[in-house]
């Protein structure tokens, strides 16, 4: 009876209210949810885990290349390596990792909507993701692959005895996986936006994610096509890359790279898309220059699918092909220097705070911007020819992944994780591990511009003695990298019960996503908001206190 | 989500302010899948092309021993079923439950036709061991307005295999439509469709007509253009 009687009563004003989390513990509502943020974490679950599967096959390749002989492991298995590190990282991880878990998070909260426009289509896109893991894990486990990301013809037809098979049904499932998730963000910003959100008024993540969206659903459906004539042509022996029966290899390299050169702008475009949300948001200022950002994510998304060539101007195509392949790879950096060119415009008099979303974004504009110049070099028809296929090609396309995407999805994830959890992260640590990634990822990687402009080629296990120093700073710097990886992994997995509460804007930030709870409850909005304010009407937002520079009163 | 409103349209989900948002939501994203469906056909048409432009000879020997009657009457069959098509939506507009459940019935009957045959026709390419693999075997020559042309057999093979993975990703699509129109003709049985909610009905019509075009350019592409005697 006493105890009865201690048990506090809480008024119905403080009952905590019902968010997305809280609606529901048993594992069938998270598994067969519909609620766009449950399928965030649960997609936030499966791309990390596959991060760190594809982090610790690049972390087998950098201890081979310590030293010059081919010690740790044999040619054969090295192959298998660095395949599995790059379809890893390149299709379960750098594709889905911004759109899949923070697009879908945070695009139907942007928008104002209760949800994507297709639920159960949103979790079917994780289902398929999972699905395409785990026969991609089943062929890692029954020997894997070793045709290198690309699936490369004759190395993946008639050259390969390994699981090319199972590896492209993988894939072939994933592009689906993504294609529905590209349909359903077109949808949903065309039809879902709330009252008074019109295109001009869409923040710049919106839009960023919509020219991804784009390229999801016109590149993904030909590498699909691409896998299926591969795994024809190895199952019932048909002909059409092998030149022995008259088809032609280069005809793959083209359908290829159809969809991967696009591909890097789904890579590319949702974490630009989050660098336009945190430099207003920390530099206190509406972006420069609007319509130019959101209209050049357009522009990449048109441009991008006119330079597939590039990677193919050693392999035989005509010189005139060359050339404008060469001039349309130039154009599509005009769009992407315009971002950049806006964001540090955006700096300029801006009342800049350092937090952690934005040491991100600092370092996501430097390290893409090397990464983008090194692009307009390889672009170059004769510095192309000399570079092709050695560690300098390596090095830009990792300065552009790993500096330009990471950097934006770690940054997103710390800009959205209060909204996302309702806790702040530890900012010390945050910093640090910040740190340790932009310090870690250039010792990676400048090395590597070294290697590859001295002659060092891709993908080989063994390499000359003089290229030693060179490889040793890099497996250094990869060492950092990792722990400036594994710290976020730990202090926001400590945050979730000892953080401390975030409240609904912590950082003072405009959009819709920081006017609704933190977490949000399960139907996002308790009323449909009507937007009657520009994006980033950051004059108008008072600072969060404790973003305030301390001044005496 | 007032009481009334889900009386009204039990169809409405309750992430959508009206009905008509959602039909605009479900008919932009069917829109989209079909372009998608296009950009998959597309890769195969670039490589057919290619190779056509390419071994000229081989590809319109192999094209003229495709039986253009059963290609024909396949393309005949194919048009009539997008009409039943048509027809069904109209009824569902309409209401009428058993006239849309016939139509739907229809449609799938005629594309059953169309993979019966083409089944035929796929058994006369393994007689004729014109399916590519280690059987194949072709001796026929180009047939140019009556000048016999001799052509390299592997890159006839070469056409074979493309006529087999075109045709083939496009028998399983019509296999895909056959369900899904099966499902569409139980659910229209059942009365689950009403004039005010027919999405499905219309959303289904829309990816019956889009493989019925891709046979409508599969089937010159393949069988007619080479035919010029």
Not at chain 1, 13 to 21: A, E, G, H, I, T
Not at chain 1, 59 to 82: H, S
Not at chain 1, 130 to 135: D, F, K, P, T, Y
Not at chain 1, 325 to 330: E, H, N, T
Request: charged residues 10%; glycine residues 8%; proline residues 5%.
């Amino acid at each position: 009876m006493a105890i009865k009687a201690a048990t506090p009563v809480i008024p119905a004003n403080q009952v905590p209210k019902l968010n997305y989390l809280t609606n529901g513990y048993t594992l069938k509502s998270w598994l067969l949810t519909t609620d766009h943020k449950r399928i965030a974490i649960l997609y936030l679950i499966s791309v990390s885990a596959f991060f760190f599967l594809g982090g610790f096959f690049a972390m087998l390749i950098r201890l081979e290349l310590l030293t010059p002989e081919g010690d740790l492991m044999q040619a054969d298995t090295y192959n298998k390596v660095f395949t599995m590190h790059g379809i890893v990282m390149v299709f379960f991880f750098l594709i889905p990792v911004v759109p899949a878990i923070l697009g879908n998070f945070v695009l139907p909260l942007m928008v104002g909507a209760k949800d994507l426009a297709f639920p159960r289509i949103n979790l079917l896109s994780w289902y398929l993701y999972i699905a395409a893991g785990v026969l991609f894990l089943h062929c890692m486990l029954s020997g894997g692959v070793d045709t290198g990301w690309t699936f490369y013809t004759p190395y993946s037809t008639a050259a390969s005895n390994t699981n090319v098979i199972e590896a492209g049904l993988a894939i072939f499932i994933a592009g689906f996986s993504s294609i529905f998730t590209g349909l359903n963000f077109i949808v949903t910003v065309h039809r879902m936006r709330a009252p008074g959100l019109t295109w001009s008024r869409l923040p710049l993540f919106i839009w960023s994610t919509y020219a991804t969206s784009l390229v999801m659903i016109l590149g993904t459906p030909v590498i699909a096509i691409t896998m299926v004539l591969v795994v024809a042509e190895r199952l019932l022996h048909l002909g059409i890359f092998d030149p022995n029966l008259g088809g032609d290899p280069v005809l793959f390299q083209h359908l290829f790279w159809f969809y991967s050169h696009p591909a890097v702008y789904i890579m590319i475009l949702p974490s630009m898309g989050v660098i336009s949300e945190i430099v207003p948001c920390f530099a206190r200022k509406r972006v420069f220059g609007y319509k130019f950002v959101a209209l050049s994510s357009v522009a990449i998304a048109v441009f991008g699918f006119l330079v597939w060539a590039h990677h193919l101007f050693v392999a035989g195509i005509s010189l005139y092909a060359a050339l404008i392949f060469s001039f349309l790879s130039f154009v599509v950096a005009v769009p992407s220097a315009i971002k950049v060119f806006n964001w540090t415009a955006t700096l300029y008099k801006g009342s800049i705070t350092y937090a952690t979303p934005m040491l991100y974004a600092f370092g996501f504009i430097g390290l893409f911007t090397i990464g983008g110049l090194t692009g307009i070099m390889l672009a170059t028809i004769g510095v192309d020819v000399h570079v092709t296929d050695t560690y300098f090609v390596i090095a830009h396309f990792h300065y552009v992944m790993v500096g330009g995407v990471l950097m934006g999805y770690l940054g997103g994830l710390h800009f959205w994780w209060p909204k996302i959890t309702g806790r702040m992260y530890p900012e010390g640590w945050a910093k640090l591990s910040a740190l340790f990634v932009f310090v870690g990822f250039n010792l990676t990687f400048f090395p590597q511009f070294i290697l590859g402009y001295l002659g060092m080629p891709r993908r080989y296990w063994q390499y000359p003695p003089e290229f030693q120093v060179l490889n040793v700073l890099s497996t250094a710097g990869a060492s950092i990298l990792a722990v400036g990886y594994l710290l976020p992994m730990i202090y926001l997995l400590w945050s979730l019960r000892y953080g401390p509460l975030a409240g609904d804007n912590p950082w003072g930030a405009a959009g819709l996503e920081w006017k609704t709870a933190s977490p949000p409850p399960t139907f996002n909005f308790d009323e449909t908001p009507v937007v009657t304010w520009e994006a980033y009407n950051y004059d108008e937002i008072p600072e969060p206190k404790e973003l305030e520079a301390p001044v005496a009163r | 989500m007032t009481a009334d409103h889900e009386a009204h349209n039990p169809a409405l989900l309750h992430h959508f302010a009206d009905a008509q948002q959602q039909k605009n939501a479900a008919s932009l994203g069917m829109w989209l899948f079909l372009v998608t469906e296009i950009m998959f056909f597309g890769g195969m048409f670039c490589a057919y092309l290619i190779y056509r432009l390419a071994y000229f000879n081989a590809f319109a020997a192999g094209s003229q021993q495709l039986n253009i009657w059963m290609g024909g009457i396949n393309t005949a069959v194919l048009i009539v079923s997008s009409v039943t098509v048509v027809l069904a939506v109209k009824a569902a507009e309409a209401g009428k439950r058993k006239l849309l459940t016939g139509y739907l019935v229809v449609t799938v009957l005629l594309g059953m036709t169309f993979l019966v045959i083409k089944g035929f026709e796929y058994a006369e390419k393994f007689e004729k061991h014109h399916v590519p693999g280690s059987t194949f075997n072709f001796t026929e020559k180009f047939d140019d307005n009556g000048k016999q042309i001799d052509v390299n057999p592997k890159e006839a093979e070469l056409f074979f295999s493309l006529y087999f993975v075109m045709t083939g990703m496009h028998a399983l699509h019509m296999v895909i439509g056959c369900g899904l129109f099966s499902t569409l003709a139980v659910l229209a049985w059942k009365g689950h469709f009403t004039a005010n909610y027919f999405t499905p009905i219309e959303n289904g019509g829309l990816y019956w007509h889009l493989v019925d075009i891709i046979w409508i350019y599969l089937f010159p592409l393949l069988y007619l253009i080479s035919r010029h005697t």
